[in-house]
C-alpha cells in the first residue's frame, strides 16, 4: 500500500509535468529550464501562500477581536468586459489591492540616507528569506535542492536577515530606526541559539543533517495510526515547544513583537520604509515565518508523512501544506491572544531558560539514542526517564525564576 | 569553471580592496563582510559544502555582527562621523611595513610547504564522512572545545544576568 501510494499519479505529477516542459526545449537549455521552473514553483505558490496569509490573518485577527476583517474587495469593473462580478468575494481579493498600493505608493527616501544600503536592505532580506525555501522537502518527490547539509543551509540563509536589519537602521539615519535596529538585533541574537540548539536533538537522533532523510525517517505508524514523528518522543515535544517560541521570536510575530511594535514605537527600524520597500519587509517578515513554519513540519511533524496509514492516498505535498496552514494559523490564533513583552523579559527568557532547557534536551536525545536497544518493560523507563529530563527541570526552572514575582496581581486605577 | 573561480576571486579581493580604500568605517566593515561570503562562495566552488555553510553561518551571520557592534560602540567623534583621520606619511609607513612582513610570512609559508599531488578521485566529502573524522580522529578536542563553548556561554548569562535591577512586574 506504501509503495501503491508513493508510485501514484497525483504524486508524480509535478514532477512529470515539470519534466515535460524540460523536454520541450533543446538540450543546451534543459538544465536551466528545470532549475527555472523549480524557482518560479516555489516563487508562484509562497507568494500567493503569502497573499492568502496576510488575508486569513486579518480575517482571523478579527474574528478574535469581534469584528469582520477585510470584506470588501470584488473584482473591479473592467470597462472593456460587457458583464461585472458584482460578489465581494469574501474579500479573497484583498492582498492584489493592498499590493496596488504599496507599488503606486511614493517611495520616500530621507536626505542624509544611505541610499545604497536604504535599497538593499529590503532586497537582501527578501533575497534570503525565500533562500531558505529551497532545502525544505514540499512533497515525497519535490524538494528544490537536496543538500546533504540542508539544515546548515537553512540557517546560513537566515543568518543574513540580522545584517538586512543592520543595514536598514543604519542607513536611515535616524536615531531611533538604528536604536531599534540595535533591538532587533538583541532579540534575534538572543532566539538564534534557542532555535538552533531545539534543532539539534533532531541531527542527534536522525544522525543526518538532510531535510529529506529526517522526513523519511519519520515514516511508519505503530497499528497503522500512531505515526513515529520526532514531536510524539518526550525530547521531540521538548524540542518542539522551544523551537515554537523561538521562531515566533526570530520571524518578529507577536508577542515578541517589539522591533517594530506598532502602538509604541514607529515600526523600529522601519520607520524611514515607505511603499513598495516597506512591502518587501513585511513580504520577507512572512516569508521568514513561513520557511521556519516549514522547518517545524519538517523536523517534529513528520514533513509529508500522513498521520495515518489509510490517509497515505492523499498527496503528500498536499500534508505538507496542510500542516504548515496549521501552524501558521497557530501562530495568528498566538499573535491574536499574548501580549506582548518587555524587552528585558524577552532576553531573560531566552538566556536564562529556553537555552538551559535546550540544552538538557540535547542531553535528553543523547540518552535516548544510547539506550535505543531497549525493549519490554525498559521501553517505559525509556520513556520516563527522557521524560522526567525535560519535565523536572522545566518546573523547577519556572518555579525558581518566578519565585516571589508570580502568580502577577493585576492593579487596577481606582 | 574557471571563469566562475575568476569571478569569485575579482568579488573577494575587489570587495577586500574596497573596504581598505573606503572612508566610511560602516561600508568598510559591510564590503568585509561581502568579502567573507565570497571565501564562502569559494568553498562552494569547491565542492566543500559544509564548510561554506558553516562560513556563512559563523563569519556573515555572527562575526559580523561582533564587527559592526564593535565599529558603532567605540565611535568618538560625533561631528566626523565615521571618518577615518587623513593619512600622515608615518601611518603609510608603518602600514606598508606590516603589509610587507605579513606578505613576507605567507609567501614563505606558501614556498616551503610541498603540495601533494591530486588524488586521482575526488575525497568523499558528505556531511556524515566529516563528522565521522571529527569524531574518531579529533573526538576529544572537540569535546574540549564544546564543553569551553557551553561553560563560556553559560558564565557569560549568569554574568549578564543581574538581578538588582529586577522588580516585582518583571515577571518573565
Redo the contacts between chains.
Keep these: 500500500m506504501i509503495i501503491a501510494a508513493a508510485n501514484s499519479y497525483l504524486e508524480r505529477a509535478p514532477l512529470e509535468w515539470r519534466d515535460w516542459a524540460v523536454n520541450l526545449l533543446p538540450v543546451p537549455l534543459q538544465w536551466l529550464t528545470h532549475h527555472l521552473i523549480t524557482i518560479v514553483g516555489v516563487l508562484a505558490v509562497f507568494g500567493l501562500f503569502f497573499a492568502f496569509t496576510t488575508v486569513a490573518e486579518r480575517k482571523l485577527l478579527g474574528r478574535l477581536q469581534n469584528r469582520l476583517g477585510p470584506n470588501r474587495s470584488g473584482v473591479p469593473k473592467f470597462s472593456i468586459l460587457p458583464w461585472h462580478l458584482k460578489h465581494k468575494l469574501f474579500g479573497l481579493t484583498q492582498p492584489f489591492a493592498d499590493a496596488i498600493k504599496a507599488l503606486t505608493k511614493e517611495d520616500i527616501v530621507p536626505a542624509a540616507a544611505d541610499h545604497v544600503?536604504h535599497f538593499l536592505a529590503p532586497v537582501i532580506v527578501v533575497a534570503f528569506s525565500l533562500m531558505t525555501f529551497a532545502v525544505l522537502p514540499f512533497g515525497r518527490n519535490i524538494i528544490p535542492v537536496d543538500?546533504?547539509?540542508a539544515l546548515?543551509?537553512f540557517?546560513?540563509?537566515g543568518?543574513?536577515t540580522?545584517?538586512a536589519i543592520?543595514?536598514a537602521g543604519?542607513s536611515s539615519r535616524n536615531k531611533y530606526s538604528?536604536l531599534a535596529a540595535?533591538r532587533a538585533?538583541a532579540q534575534l541574537?538572543s532566539y538564534?541559539?534557542p532555535l538552533i540548539l531545539s534543532v539539534v536533538p533532531i541531527v542527534l537522533v536522525a544522525?543526518?543533517?538532510?531535510t529529506k532523510t529526517i522526513v523519511v525517517n519519520q515514516g511508519f505508524w505503530t497499528f497503522g495510526f500512531l505515526p513515529h514523528w520526532f514531536i510524539f518522543t518526550p525530547w521531540g515535544a521538548a524540542g518542539f515547544l522551544i523551537f515554537l517560541v523561538a521562531a515566533l521570536a526570530e520571524s518578529n510575530r507577536s508577542p515578541f513583537d517589539l522591533p517594530e511594535a506598532e502602538s509604541e514605537l514607529i515600526a523600529g527600524h522601519l520607520t524611514e520604509y515607505s511603499g513598495f520597500k516597506y512591502a518587501l519587509f513585511f513580504m520577507a517578515e512572512y516569508f521568514g515565518l513561513t520557511a521556519l513554519s516549514g522547518l517545524g513540519v519538517t523536523l517534529f511533524l513528520g514533513g509529508w508523512q500522513a498521520p495515518c496509514a489509510f490517509l497515505e492516498f492523499i498527496p503528500s505535498y498536499l500534508w505538507f501544506m496542510m500542516k504548515l496552514v496549521g501552524m501558521i494559523v497557530f501562530f495568528i490564533w498566538v499573535r491574536g491572544t499574548l501580549l506582548r513583552l518587555?524587552i528585558?523579559?524577552l532576553t531573560?527568557?531566552a538566556?536564562?531558560?529556553l537555552?538551559?532547557l535546550a540544552?538538557l534536551n540535547i542531553a535528553n536525545a543523547a540518552f535516548w539514542v544510547l539506550t535505543s536497544h531497549w525493549s519490554g518493560p525498559l521501553q517505559l523507563v525509556r520513556w520516563a526517564v527522557s521524560l522526567a529530563i525535560v519535565v523536572i527541570p522545566f518546573l523547577v526552572m519556572g518555579r525558581s525564576?518566578?519565585a516571589?514575582?508570580?502568580p502577577?496581581t493585576y492593579r487596577y486605577a481606582p | 569553471m574557471t571563469f566562475a573561480l575568476i569571478l569569485i576571486a575579482v568579488l573577494m579581493l575587489g570587495s577586500a580592496a574596497a573596504a581598505m580604500l573606503l572612508r566610511n568605517l560602516i561600508h568598510s566593515a559591510l564590503l568585509l563582510i561581502l568579502s567573507w561570503a565570497g571565501v564562502a562562495m569559494f568553498y562552494l566552488w569547491a565542492g566543500a559544502e559544509f564548510v561554506a555553510f558553516a562560513q556563512i553561518l559563523v563569519y556573515v551571520g555572527a562575526i559580523s555582527m561582533v564587527v559592526l557592534f564593535a565599529v558603532l560602540l567605540t565611535r568618538q567623534n560625533q561631528v566626523a562621523d565615521m571618518l577615518i583621520e587623513p593619512a600622515t606619511r608615518l601611518r603609510a609607513i608603518s602600514a606598508f611595513t606590516v603589509g610587507a612582513c605579513l606578505a613576507a610570512v605567507m609567501a614563505s609559508a606558501i614556498l616551503s610547504s610541498h603540495f601533494r599531488p591530486p588524488a586521482a578521485a575526488a575525497p568523499a566529502t558528505d556531511v556524515k564522512q566529516i563528522g565521522l573524522d571529527l569524531m574518531q580522529h579529533h573526538g576529544a578536542a572537540l569535546l574540549i572545545v564544546g564543553v569551553i563553548l557551553t561553560v563560556a556561554l553559560l558564565g557569560a548569562t549568569v554574568l549578564a544576568a543581574t538581578e538588582a535591577k529586577r522588580n516585582r512586574e518583571d515577571t518573565p
Design positions: 544600503l543538500l546533504d547539509a546548515l543551509y540557517f546560513a540563509a543568518a543574513a540580522e545584517l543592520f543595514m543604519w538604528l540595535m538585533l541574537i538564534e541559539l544522525g543526518t543533517l538532510s518587555r528585558d523579559q531573560r527568557l538566556w536564562q531558560f537555552v538551559p540544552l525564576l518566578t516571589g514575582y508570580a502577577r
